[in-house]
């Protein structure tokens, strides 16, 4: 497992602390001496690499992710990206659709989050509007999902209807958390597939220090369990996690820093 530390942001200066993410998740993990399945784990043996960015430079950064992510993508079989906020996902997603299309590869794209980002897309896009940038640069909408999203602008509810991008509420993983996870596999069976974490996912009584926390969310118990399973799926090639903030987490134990740490200890 190749692990890179993307420090970057685009948020509106909301999501400025999502940089340290990287380095701070890391030296949680340190705590973490095992998986759940008993796999070991020790911070100094991974394989880690890191995209230095200048966030004050947007079209610069967005280049620098892009080159380096579709290199990655090239040579290495499974990459894990430590944002940052969500704003890098439009960057790595689209060195990823790329890199689909010279593989002559079927790309697929799921993302855990409790907001659509799909607000008007502007010139570097935000964290509130990756995705939508992303589509309109030629990301397949029929093999996008979104998972768990519960607070939707009326111009993204608009665009996703639109384009009939399929989603997955939080009460399907409460009715039946087992046929949710299994419609989520058999959505990505036979592509190439790419998921995209945003914290925010979980409701914030287990990850308070985000950006914008959405009661009402997965608990990290359902997460674990839905991660822990995807890790097993051999067409998953890469996961980013961000929009943890450690700066908004020194107020809360470091909670969702650790759980960011347990979530990439359960992927290594």
Request: hydrophobic share 35%.
């Amino acid at each position: 497992m190749f692990i890179v530390k993307v420090p970057g942001i685009n948020g509106l200066g909301k999501t400025k602390g999502c940089e340290k993410a990287g380095n701070a998740v890391l030296k949680a993990l340190e705590e973490i001496y095992s998986s759940e399945s008993w796999k070991p784990l020790d911070v100094k043996l991974l394989d880690l690499e890191e995209i230095h960015i200048d966030n004050s430079n947007l079209n610069l950064s967005e280049k620098l992710i892009y080159e380096n992510c579709l290199e990655i993508f090239e040579e290495k079989s499974r990459t894990i990206f430590l944002g940052g906020d969500h704003s890098i996902s439009y960057s790595t997603g689209k060195a990823f659709l790329d890199y689909c299309n010279k593989e002559r590869k079927e790309p697929c794209l799921i993302v855990f989050d409790a907001h659509p980002d799909c607000m008007p897309s502007m010139k570097n896009p935000t964290h509130e509007e990756w995705l939508r940038a992303l589509i309109e640069k030629g990301f397949p909408k029929g093999n996008i999902l979104l998972v768990g999203v519960r607070n939707s602008d009326a111009k993204e509810i608009e665009f996703i209807s639109k384009n009939k991008i399929r989603m997955i509420s939080v009460n399907s993983f409460v009715e039946d958390i087992n046929n949710a996870c299994e419609t989520i596999m058999e959505f990505s069976n036979g592509k190439e597939l790419y998921v995209s974490i945003d914290i925010d996912v979980i409701d914030p009584a287990f990850a308070p220090a985000t950006g914008y926390p959405e009661p009402g969310g997965l608990t990290s118990r359902q997460f674990l369990y839905l991660i822990q399973r995807m890790n097993k799926m051999k067409n998953l090639k890469a996961i980013d996690i961000v929009e943890i903030n450690p700066d908004k987490d020194k107020e809360h134990n470091m909670m969702t820093t650790k759980l960011g740490a347990k979530i990439l200890g359960e992927l290594i």
